[in-house]
């Protein structure tokens, strides 16, 4: 599996987690690794990515602010750190390596399995 992705998990309004995606080497050095999230009813929306070149970052306008990407080379791991969490951020959080840093799921070719962040008191 080219991607996998860990960390969900329940959260109260306001706190954090930070979701994992590991990947190999490979992936990392020649595709964008880019964060979308699904909920119920609702479209896959791209949440934020990063480059595999210069390491530019990029942030859907509802998570700014709070939402952060990195990634760890020595690890071979992209994180989002997620702050700030709110109750319409519950979602599936996919992980995903495409050729174009875009926040659009048609410019990604690998996908993982998903995991679940419920934001809920």
């Known amino acids: 599996v080219p991607v996998v992705e860990s960390g969900g998990g329940l959260v109260q309004p306001g706190g954090s987690l930070r979701l994992s995606c590991a990947a190999s080497?490979?992936?990392?050095?020649?595709?964008?690794i880019g964060w979308f999230r699904q909920s119920p009813g609702k479209e896959r929306e791209g949440v934020s990515c990063?480059?595999?070149?210069?390491?530019?970052?990029y942030y859907a306008d509802s998570v700014k602010g709070r939402f952060t990407i990195t990634r760890d080379n020595a690890k071979n791991t992209v994180y989002l750190q997620m702050n700030s969490l709110k109750p319409e951020d519950t979602a599936v959080y996919y992980c995903?390596?495409?050729?174009?840093?875009?926040?659009?799921?048609?410019?990604?070719?690998?996908w993982g399995q998903g995991t679940q962040v419920s934001v809920s008191s």
């Open positions: 080497r490979l992936i990392l050095d020649r595709y964008a």
């Open positions: 990063i480059s595999s070149s210069d390491g530019s970052t």
């Open positions: 995903a390596a495409g050729r174009l840093g875009i926040l659009e799921a048609w410019g990604y070719v690998y």
